[in-house]
């Protein structure tokens, strides 16, 4: 996925709808069957050092599942999708140990606590979209590097600490119940995506010193306020749909101009002005605001303007 296609994100394949998960009155179960695996197996690989061979892919999205104990004794899956079912319990992937994908989209887990996560060493790509988690607690990922948690009820960013998630370098929590961006303390991470919650402030951006991606469509910041100096990395800001009215709201912008390459703005209440030339004017290196690349001719403008404004500063002999 490109930055400049970022906007249309959510339509991207493999992206989930932030619906509402919809109320079922009455949920069809079926039993998870050996039948059943043999059906969903593919891609055999080599499974060691001798002559051994074994499937390594398993395919089980809409299989009305909510037991899958009988997946336990499969050890050699690598690949996992469990996607619309009515699981609730993971812990038989504890013996999964060589799980490197895994997908649980739209199912009812309700808690990380108590789930097998810290026997899933080598987990490098995770999504747990559309459940019902309210926060974090007891999720780990020494090996995680992409992380998806869009529509679920997280209200706090808690325990997102580099001990626990060295290697992540995409977290997706759109959709969610956060009202700030504080509790990120990952320095490695490089995107992150929080759109569609109720931020109303920025904290702890410190922290991302190597993060090039920022999307906080459709949220209520008034203010920019908690950028910092330290994103030395940042290059990608969408910050559309939110309440910011006017441009002294943007000042903070300053912060990361050295880096930043382009800002997503529309859909504020300041879109009801020509902030094009005030924008430039705090990040002169922009290449896109909004949709519209910047011109030679905007981006000459408002390097004749700053020079002028300049001048008038400095006091006559």
């Known amino acids: 996925m490109s930055d400049v296609d970022d906007d249309l994100y959510e339509d991207e ?5 932030l619906k509402e998960r919809e109320e079922i ?3 069809q179960v079926s039993p998870l069957t050996k039948d059943t695996i043999s059906e969903g197996l593919s891609l055999l690989c080599r499974t060691g050092t001798k002559l051994e061979h074994a499937f390594v892919k398993l395919d089980l999205k809409d299989k009305a599942l909510a ?11 690598r690949f996992l999708d469990l996607s619309n079912n009515h699981i609730t319990d993971l812990s038989p992937l504890a013996t999964l140990n060589h799980l490197l994908w895994l997908k649980v989209d739209r199912n ?23 459940n019902q988690l309210t926060d974090l607690d007891g999720l780990v990922g020494p090996a995680l590097e992409t992380l998806i948690l869009t529509g679920n009820g997280i209200q706090k960013i808690n325990g997102l600490q580099s001990d626990y998630f060295a290697n992540l370098v995409a977290l997706e929590l759109r959709g969610n119940q956060l009202d700030t961006t504080d509790g990120i303390y990952l ?18 951006l410190e922290k991302l010193e190597r993060l090039t991606t920022l999307h906080l469509r459709d949220n ?9 100096p330290n994103m030395k990395s940042l290059q990608y800001l969408n910050v559309r749909g939110n309440a910011v009215t006017d441009e002294n709201a943007l000042q903070s912008l300053a912060l990361v ?3 930043l390459r382009v800002l997503v703005i529309s859909e504020n209440p300041l879109e009801e002005t020509d902030y094009r030339p005030s924008v430039l004017m705090l990040l002169p290196q922009l ?24 001048e008038e500063e400095i006091p006559e002999p």
Do not use: C, M
Not at 13 to 17: F, L
Not at 67 to 77: M, R
């Open 13 to 17: 394949e493999g992206s989930e709808p």
């Open 25 to 27: 009155d009455k949920i």
């Open 67 to 77: 037991d899958i104990a009988a997946i336990s004794s499969y050890i050699h899956i």
């Open 108 to 130: 009812a887990v309700v808690s990380f606590k108590g789930q097998p996560f810290a026997e899933l060493n080598f987990l490098q790509w995770l999504s747990v979209a559309v």
């Open 187 to 204: 320095p490695n991470l490089r995107r992150l995506y929080l759109a569609q919650n109720f931020i109303k402030h920025l904290e702890g």
């Open 220 to 228: 209520k910041l008034e203010t920019l306020d908690g950028l910092s």
């Open 257 to 259: 101009s050295k880096t």
């Open 287 to 310: 290449e896109r605001i909004d949709k519209d690349a910047v011109t030679l001719e905007e981006r000459t403008e408002a390097l004749r303007t700053l020079r002028e404004l300049k």
